[in-house]
C-alpha cells in the first residue's frame, strides 16, 4: 500500500519520553523532573497519546506561555517566521536578558518566532541525565537549520 512516502506505524512501536507534535508532550520520567522545579512560564498539564488507535496515559503537555523578545535580529543570520526560526546562527540579545532574572526565563518561547522554545542549560542537563528517548536539544550557539 503507498502512504504517499508516509510509513505506517508499525505494531510494535514503542513511545518515547518526548513528543513534539503539535506541541511538548512529554513522559512521566521528564514530568517527575519538571514539576518539581515549579518553573514560570509553564505549566503542565495532564495528556494522553494516542497510537495505533490505543491510549496511553502517563504523558503531559507542556503548555509554555512565556514569551520573551531574545533574539538580536541584525546580528543574527535567520529568516524568523511566526512557525519558526530558519537560516543559519542566531544570535541571543544579551542585554535583554541581564534584565530578566533567571527564575523567569528557564524555559520560554522566543517571542519572534514562537515555535522556538528555549530551556537553559540547567534544565537541559536535569532533564538529559535520565537519558530520555526521542528528545534532542540545540543549543543556541550550534543553531543551523
Request: charged residues 25%.
Amino acid at each position: 500500500m503507498n502512504f504517499g512516502g508516509i510509513q505506517p506505524v508499525p505494531s510494535n512501536a514503542e513511545l518515547t519520553d518526548y513528543i513534539g507534535v503539535p506541541d511538548s508532550v512529554v513522559s512521566k520520567r521528564i514530568y517527575d523532573i519538571l514539576h518539581p522545579l515549579n518553573i514560570h512560564g509553564i505549566q503542565l498539564l495532564p495528556s494522553a497519546v494516542y497510537l495505533n488507535g490505543e491510549k496511553y496515559e502517563g504523558y503531559w503537555a507542556i503548555h509554555i506561555w512565556n514569551y520573551i523578545k531574545c533574539i538580536d535580529v541584525e546580528a543574527s543570520d535567520v529568516e524568523i517566521t511566526m512557525a519558526g526560526v530558519y537560516g543559519g546562527r542566531i544570535v541571543i540579545d544579551a542585554k535583554r536578558f541581564e534584565k530578566i532574572p533567571l527564575k523567569e526565563r528557564l524555559i520560554f518561547r522566543s517571542e519572534e518566532g514562537e515555535m522556538l522554545k528555549i530551556f537553559h542549560k540547567t534544565i537541559v542537563e536535569k532533564i538529559l541525565a535520565v537519558k530520555p528517548t526521542g528528545l534532542v536539544f540545540t543549543s543556541l550557539l550550534d543553531h543551523r537549520h
